[in-house]
Nanobody, 125 residues
Framework: QVQLVESGGGLVQAGGSLRLSCAASGRTFSRYAMGWFRQAPGKEREFVGGINWSGGSTYYADSVKGRFTISRDNDKNTVVLQMNNLKPEDTAVYYC??????????????????WGQGTQVTVSS
């Protein structure tokens, strides 16, 4: 079992930046690949990006590539989503998730074993 808690969401103007953090507790953090997803009202939860257990591999959705960066610190049990040049279409609740298949960056929510409660990101135009 692992518990995930996101923080860092808020309201920002288009073109601004936010840094989301996900703190993990429970089982050894390095057991997991980590993903970030988002869900806007009336839409399905979508993959934003992910990172494997070591941090040596990352993958991003095309919609955020070049603007968002994921990193992790296994000593501090945290994963960070740095979001730059934010756009109104980035508005959503953002979730971090943990996948026991630590070498694979899964793109679909069903592959993930644990989820945080989410943090709201709102980008104004």
């Amino acid at each position: 079992q692992v518990q995930l808690v996101e923080s860092g969401g808020g309201l920002v103007q288009a073109g601004g930046s936010l840094r989301l953090s996900c703190a993990a507790s429970g089982r050894t953090f390095s057991r997991y690949a980590m993903g970030w997803f988002r869900q806007a009202p009336g839409k399905e939860r979508e993959f934003v990006g992910g990172i494997n257990w070591s941090g040596g591999s990352t993958y991003y959705a095309d919609s955020v590539k070049g603007r968002f960066t994921i990193s992790r610190d296994n000593d501090k049990n945290t994963v960070v989503l740095q979001m730059n040049n934010l756009k109104p279409e980035d508005t959503a609740v953002y979730y971090c998730a943990a996948d026991l298949d630590r070498n694979v960056i899964a793109l679909v929510p069903i592959k993930y074993d644990y989820w945080g409660q989410g943090t709201q990101v709102t980008v104004s135009s």
